[in-house]
């Protein structure tokens, strides 16, 4: 089982981004897949879910900015950032549980700028 994310960059406060990620090695549409992020010096936390049934969740803190969606023919989930703040900052993470074990993509970095 592999996750690959993808996508991060530099963006000024206020601007979008689009993060990716690919699955490969499970039957990606039965699982539940999430998004989490460590900002520099923090714990690492859940930031977006949403389950094989499509249904969303999000932190607080990015309700209404945020938004998670995933294509299972392409086997991919997606993290659309909008009116990102410098405290969006961090390093974002893909995540499914496999057979009980977290499976973690490899991280792409979104510093945004103020």
């Known amino acids: 089982v592999q996750l690959q994310a993808s996508g991060g960059g530099l963006v000024q406060a206020g601007g979008s981004l689009r993060l990716s990620c690919k699955a490969s090695?499970?039957?990606?549409?039965?699982?539940?897949m999430k998004w989490y992020r460590q900002p520099p010096g923090k714990q690492r936390e859940w930031v977006a879910g949403?389950?094989?049934?499509?249904?969303?969740s999000y932190v607080d803190a990015v309700k209404g900015r945020f938004t998670v969606s995933r294509d299972n023919v392409r086997r991919m989930m997606y993290l659309q950032m909008d009116r990102l703040e410098p405290e969006d900052t961090a390093v974002y993470y893909c995540?499914?549980?496999?057979?009980?074990?977290?499976?973690w993509g490899q991280g792409t970095q979104v510093t945004v700028s103020s």
């Open positions: 995540n499914t549980q496999y057979s009980g074990t977290d499976v």
């Open positions: 949403i389950t094989s049934g499509h249904v969303t």
């Open positions: 090695g499970i039957n990606f549409k039965l699982y539940t």
